[in-house]
């Protein structure tokens, strides 16, 4: 009986197989932003398979992958024909397509030429509105290949980016130039056309990397869809990036062992390191312990923002004069990429340390006055306009609240809030504003609450980010947004469906969650009517319409809790 089964087994796999082949779409490009990449991955998957299902090809997974200079989808056991379906189309009347003898009339003839069907193979069915002669119709499926020449340029256009570009006379818009097309199904190239450029089964290997006779730089013959991956890295391409996740993070641990210390953990960053590289290799690096005069957050936001670097900890959370670059070479001798990282990293942090040390020099009391020359918005005045109305409005929300003792520090940290924009510091680091200010504020002299307020100012920095903890800086934090959020909708700049160039909609969820998780009992309505108060007072008052502005009618008239 065993031998009777095993064969039958095989032709039943061997069925299966036959009814289906892998597809491989590789777009290949110049160097992507790494952000990009995720996103582009995303909607191609969700795309292929919404579209393949339109299509009634049948598959049994749909994967997507990117690297800097690829996003490649692959469609697992995808059928090679449309499943069959029957197709039916409702024509004239009963009345209309036969005559009173039941031979066909004109209507009747034209309909089915129309449907490609014979006149007596015309049903006459009944509905609602009566007997209707209906159409119907095998569909047998067309081939795969057919239907995925179609579709692919469909799918390749359909991707968006935060920014795209045109470089060729096809005037496509992409996020970068695309320089090859693979398009595997099986062994066979899908014929398909995409920005003028042409697709074939070739694609081309790591810029620098290659192993035993590929030579870096090579373009690349791939066989099948099934060979993809294999002949990808043996040309020095780790092409899923969930490996390259894993190689990076083992990298890591590894390292920052070796350096007995603890790495940074960052996922932003860890997901920056995965799309820059292709071939990941990460190396242990060092600077001057010096350096560790300055501030941790101007030190791992110049390892972080402008280099990529991974920080190391002590265990008591002090930094180490080390750092771990990831870098998208192999090579036995790291020594030179080493040093050259080094020596990078040496140019900001002696830049950091020449801005910090500057600084310092001017109080933030005395950059407030500077703000009157910054313009916040040329329909909304200036910075110093800005900071004269969250002064204001804190106060005034910090009496509302029965906490009248802290009037003062919300009014003085509101009133250096914005200073710190004016540092060498933050000009470099644009990520420390806020933090800088308060590091800037105690080196001042200013008192506690109004240090960490400032600090706290642009809490929560992302929808589900931390919360200023103290009460000065959750009413530093709300205020600024409110006054954002009303001037804005007053000048009539508001939100639509597809933009929000002002992250309106991000300041609202951050005015939510502060009031609600801070357990604030606040009317909303006031306080925006009060910010068109001030707006008034400052000459930059539009006339309110009957009933209140848009945003004082959505507010609620309660307190929201």
């Given at each position: 009986m065993t031998g009777i089964r095993k064969p039958r087994s095989v032709r039943q796999r061997r069925t299966l197989s036959s009814a289906s082949a892998s597809l491989v779409v590789e777009i290949g490009t110049e160097e992507l932003p790494s952000q990009f990449i995720p996103p582009a991955l995303a909607s191609l998957a969700e795309s292929a398979e919404r579209s393949l299902k339109e299509q009634r090809l049948t598959f049994s997974a749909v994967r997507t992958f990117g690297t800097p200079r690829r996003l490649v989808l692959v469609v697992e056991s995808l059928s090679k024909r449309q499943a069959p379906a029957v197709k039916e189309a409702m024509g004239p009347s009963r009345a209309v397509a036969f005559d009173s003898g039941g031979r066909a009339t004109k209507a009747a003839i034209g309909f089915a030429a129309s449907q490609g069907v014979p006149v007596e193979k015309l049903e006459i069915r009944h509905t609602p509105k009566g007997e209707y002669v209906f159409a119907v119709k095998q569909d047998s499926g067309r081939p795969a290949t057919s239907i995925l020449s179609e579709s692919i340029p469909l799918l390749v256009h359909g991707l968006t980016f935060p920014k795209s570009m045109r470089w060729n006379q096809s005037g496509m818009r992409f996020a970068r130039p695309i320089r090859w097309l693979l398009t595997l199904y099986g062994d066979q190239v899908v014929p398909v056309e995409v920005g003028g450029v042409t697709a074939s089964n070739r694609s081309w290997g790591h810029r620098f990397l290659g192993s035993g006779k590929s030579r870096p730089g090579r373009e690349v013959t791939v066989a099948n869809a099934t060979s993809y991956f294999r002949e990808l890295e043996r040309h020095g391409v780790i092409v899923d990036h969930e490996r390259r996740r894993s190689m990076i993070v083992k990298q890591l641990d590894s390292l920052s062992k070796s350096a007995r210390g603890f790495i940074q953990r960052d996922e932003?960053?860890?997901?920056?390191?995965?799309?820059?590289?292709?071939?990941?290799?990460?190396?242990?690096?060092?600077?001057?312990?010096?350096?560790?005069?300055?501030?941790?957050?101007?030190?791992?936001?110049?390892?972080?923002?402008?280099q990529g670097y991974f920080s190391l900890?002590?265990?008591?959370?002090?930094?180490?004069?080390?750092?771990?670059?990831?870098?998208?070479?192999?090579?036995?001798?790291?020594?030179?990429?080493?040093?050259?990282?080094?020596?990078?990293?040496?140019?900001?942090?002696?830049?950091?340390?020449?801005?910090?040390?500057?600084?310092?020099?001017?109080?933030?009391?005395?950059?407030?006055?500077?703000?009157?020359?910054?313009?916040?918005?040329?329909?909304?005045?200036?910075?110093?306009?800005?900071t004269e109305r969250i002064m204001a409005l804190a106060a005034r929300l910090a009496e509302e609240l029965g906490a009248s003792n802290l009037v003062n520090a919300c009014r003085r940290a509101a009133e250096v809030s914005k200073a710190d924009l004016l540092t060498g510091i933050v000009g470099e680091f644009p990520a420390l504003q806020g933090i800088m200010g308060g590091e800037y504020a105690r080196h001042d002299g200013e008192p506690e609450d109004v240090c960490q307020a400032v600090a706290e100012q642009y809490l929560p920095r992302a929808m589900d980010g931390e919360l200023p903890k103290t009460l000065v800086g959750q009413l530093v934090s709300l205020v600024?947004?409110?006054?954002?959020?009303?001037?804005?909708?007053?000048?009539?700049?508001?939100?639509?469906?597809?933009?929000?160039?002002?992250?309106?909609?991000?300041?609202?969820?951050?005015?939510?969650?502060?009031?609600?998780?801070?357990?604030?009992?606040?009317?909303?309505?006031?306080?925006?009517?009060?910010?068109?108060?001030?707006?008034?007072?400052?000459?930059?008052?539009?006339?309110t319409p009957p009933g209140g502005t848009q945003l004082e009618r959505a507010a609620e008239d309660e307190p929201l809790e």
């Open positions: 932003d960053l860890l997901e920056q390191a995965i799309f820059t590289v292709e071939y990941p290799s990460a190396i242990l690096g060092a600077f001057n312990p010096t350096y560790l005069s300055l501030p941790k957050e101007i030190l791992v936001t110049a390892m972080k923002e402008h900890t002590r265990r008591t959370g002090e930094l180490l004069p080390q750092f771990i670059a990831v870098t998208n070479m192999k090579c036995a001798n790291t020594r030179l990429i080493r040093e050259g990282n080094e020596r990078v990293l040496a140019a900001r942090l002696a830049d950091a340390q020449f801005f910090f040390d500057e600084d310092r020099k001017v109080s933030l009391s005395q950059r407030v006055e500077r703000l009157k020359h910054v313009t916040f918005h040329r329909k909304l005045g200036t910075l110093y306009q800005k600024d947004r409110l006054d954002t959020i009303a001037a804005f909708f007053q000048a009539g700049i508001v939100p639509t469906g597809s933009e929000d160039p002002f992250a309106l909609r991000r300041h609202a969820a951050a005015v939510v969650r502060i009031i609600v998780e801070g357990n604030l009992r606040l009317g909303l309505r006031d306080a925006i009517t009060h910010v068109h108060s001030l707006l008034q007072t400052q000459g930059l008052f539009v006339r």
